[in-house]
T-cell receptor, first 113, second 113 residues
């Protein structure tokens, strides 16, 4: 049973607008979360992370929000650019030092020019 | 530039064949991982290794084994390939010791006929 869920398999957004990707988790022991980005024919690359002691982390155009009580996190991309078209995976671990990551199914983002 | 390489980008094998997938990392990382990626299921952990000759089962180890004889190399073995093992296989590594960001290889697309 998947402990990390990305319920939207795809998202289409116009260039310059905001992309919002959502992720829900069921394991209350998770307290470190990561987002990965994957282009076709390449491996996933790390994008941004957040620890449960924070509710927001920002890196340039990318911001991750964490709502621990709702077991929900979201990734905001502002403004969206054509190069952001990719599959985005949400991942979670029990601590920042835990070896294992549990991944969601991914959301495919398409940015329209 | 950090690098995780996988021996093949595409592989076609027959049912019942023994298959070896090789992964090499040049970052002196402690931890190495094998995942498979399937549509709608995201990345699922098959096996991981936290040290040379040490391994642990992930979420879906059935039908697979692994070998880590050297720190930089982690092999995934399909003892007798079956059609339901047709998938994208991704290798990853992480430094460990409190840093669980994983670096991925480009993946091997395995087709079992």
């Amino acid at each position: 049973d998947q402990q990390v869920k990305q319920n939207s398999p795809s998202l289409s957004v116009q260039e310059g607008r905001i992309s919002i990707l959502n992720c829900d988790y069921t394991n209350s022991m998770f307290d470190y979360f990561l987002w990965y980005k994957k282009y076709p024919a390449e491996g996933p690359t790390f994008l941004i992370s957040i620890s449960s002691i924070k509710d927001k982390n920002e890196d340039g155009r990318f911001t991750v929000f964490l709502n621990k009580s709702a077991k929900h996190l979201s990734l905001h991309i502002v403004p969206s650019q054509p190069g952001d078209s990719a599959v985005y995976f949400c991942a979670a671990s029990i601590s920042a030092g835990d070896y294992k990551l549990s991944f969601g199914a991914g959301t495919t983002v398409t940015v329209r020019a | 530039d950090v690098k995780v390489t996988q021996s093949s980008r595409y592989l076609v094998k027959r049912t019942g064949e023994k298959v070896f997938l090789e992964c090499v990392q040049d970052m002196d990382h402690e931890n190495m991982f094998w995942y498979r990626q399937d549509p709608g299921l995201g990345l699922r952990l098959i096996y991981f290794s936290y040290d040379v000759k040490m391994k642990e089962k992930g979420d879906i180890p059935e039908g697979y084994s692994v070998s880590r004889e050297k720190k930089e190399r982690f092999s995934l073995i399909l003892e007798s390939a079956s059609t339901n093992q047709t998938s994208m296989y991704l290798c990853a590594s992480s430094a460990g010791q409190g840093d669980n960001e994983q670096f991925f290889g480009p993946g091997t697309r395995l087709t079992v006929l």
